[in-house]
């Protein structure tokens, strides 16, 4: 896998831990964010034929879908982690898909044919390049003229109800001072900070839209606790066994605190992001 030095870090996490437990817990991902999905799919508007390619594809949800909208199209996912990649793959394979395929790649540099593709979509797993104006360059010349990108990508800290509720108690959410639009999370949290690297990219046409939705973190308090216990271990390894008591206990209020009829939910806010390349351009 061909990854730029700017995204080695990313590489290694995606393709390591980080990416196995993601791959573990993949389904129960899938629905933290299921309240976005019919709005993404919606600005996605995969048409029967069309080209498609998915940006950090993860375990491969929105490919699957984009597949099934395509029909007899193209669909090609992309992403970093092998472990992800493997769900994504076998989940393609149990629903019958045969016009899906997914490579493992850095999309900052990874070698599209040239204007293939209709649609470039990801949902929540484009803020992470570590030169995200040559990666969506790159992406761009993926793109067919008059083609189009959709993208889902997390609002600031202060708008993510989510984010204070695990992280904040844990002491490791972002402050006043942190730098969002370093590549992580947030990199893509502000509406300037989105248009000013696409449109330094070549695309076009570019809009910023809010949507706010709820995020589902488990059924009960037990069982978001077990999850965000694994997800947030690397928070607790370096604390001593009253300082993770102590920690574990202010999660475990909050988790309690956000409880309702339909499990762990807290409030969250997102950007759906589209953009288009224009029909007759010089890239």
């Known amino acids: 896998m061909d990854v730029h030095e700017s995204n080695r870090m990313q590489a290694e996490s995606w393709d390591g831990p980080g990416g196995a437990y993601w791959a573990v817990h993949a389904d129960r991902f899938d629905r933290a964010v299921a309240g976005y999905q019919e709005r993404f799919e919606e600005a996605a508007a995969v048409r029967r034929g069309e080209r498609v390619l998915d940006v950090g594809c993860g375990g491969g949800l929105t490919t699957r879908w984009a597949a099934r909208a395509s029909v007899d199209g193209e669909v090609l996912g992309i992403d970093l982690s092998s472990r992800l990649l493997e769900?994504?793959?076998?989940?393609?394979?149990?629903?019958?898909?045969?016009?899906?395929?997914?490579?493992?790649?850095?999309?900052?540099?990874?070698?599209?044919?040239?204007?293939?593709?209709?649609?470039?979509?990801?949902?929540?797993?484009?803020?992470?390049?570590?030169?995200?104006?040559?990666?969506?360059?790159?992406?761009?010349?993926?793109t067919r003229p008059g083609g189009r990108m959709v993208l889902l990508t997390w609002q600031g800290p202060d708008r993510n109800e989510w984010i204070r509720g695990t992280l904040g108690v844990l002491g490791a959410a972002p402050g006043p001072t942190a730098d969002l639009d370093a590549p992580g999370m947030f990199a893509l949290s502000r509406p300037a900070r989105i248009r000013e690297v696409l449109e330094a990219a070549g695309w076009a046409a570019v809009e910023v839209d809010s949507v706010e939705r709820t995020e589902w973190f488990g059924e009960d308090v037990n069982d978001a606790m077990e999850f965000l216990r694994g997800l947030f271990a690397w928070l607790l390894e370096g604390l001593s066994t009253d300082e993770r008591e102590a920690a574990e206990a202010r999660l475990r209020e909050s988790l309690r605190a956000h409880t309702g009829p339909n499990g762990v939910e807290f409030g969250s806010a997102a950007w759906l992001v589209t953009g288009r390349r224009e029909a007759h351009d010089e890239h």
Not at 111 to 139: C, K, Q, W, Y
Request: charged share 25%; no cysteine; glycine share 8%.
């Open 87 to 142: 769900v994504a793959e076998r989940r393609a394979k149990e629903e019958g898909l045969d016009n899906v395929g997914f490579v493992q790649g850095d999309a900052q540099v990874h070698p599209f044919e040239r204007e293939h593709v209709d649609v470039v979509i990801s949902r929540t797993g484009s803020m992470f390049f570590g030169d995200p104006v040559a990666a969506f360059a790159n992406l761009l010349s993926a």
